[in-house]
């Protein structure tokens, strides 16, 4: 049973940074995609960025490249997401996510809301500003 557990979300001020992470488990392949995503109050949810575990490939939102980067840890157990500069309107619950039975195509790891299978209870971001 795949499980995920997002930690390090927090308040911080509008230019400050904060790292989130993903415990991931229960994979029952070894090449899958994770993903972060973000709801902010009244929006869809929608995508962050989403990495191939097969051989490290990212895929960015164009809006947040540059100032979000995205990692897996060696063993593949911990998803990061490192943000920067952060303003107040990426105050949002952020989602861990994982989609599996993607094989050795990694452009299936696009962030895209509907294509994720599994899914995190979530992580609250607030920047003030």
């Known amino acids: 049973q795949v499980q995920l557990v997002e930690s390090g979300g927090g308040s911080v001020q509008a230019g400050g940074s904060l790292r989130l992470a993903c415990a991931a488990s229960?994979?029952?392949?070894?090449?899958?995609?994770l993903g972060w995503f973000r709801q902010a109050p009244g929006k869809e949810r929608e995508g962050v960025v989403g990495?191939?575990?097969?051989?490290?490939?990212?895929y960015y939102a164009d809006s947040l490249k540059g100032r979000f980067t995205v990692s897996l840890d060696n063993a593949k157990t911990t998803l990061y997401l490192q943000m920067s500069d952060l303003k107040p309107e990426d105050t949002a619950m952020y989602y861990c996510?994982?989609?599996?039975?993607?094989?050795?195509?990694?452009?299936?790891?696009?962030?895209?809301?509907?294509?994720?299978?599994?899914w995190g209870q979530g992580t609250q971001v607030t920047v003030s500003s």
């Open positions: 996510a994982a989609r599996l039975g993607v094989g050795y195509s990694s452009s299936y790891c696009y962030p895209q809301r509907q294509t994720y299978n599994y």
């Open positions: 229960g994979f029952p392949y070894s090449r899958y995609c």
């Open positions: 990495i191939y575990s097969g051989g490290g490939d990212t």
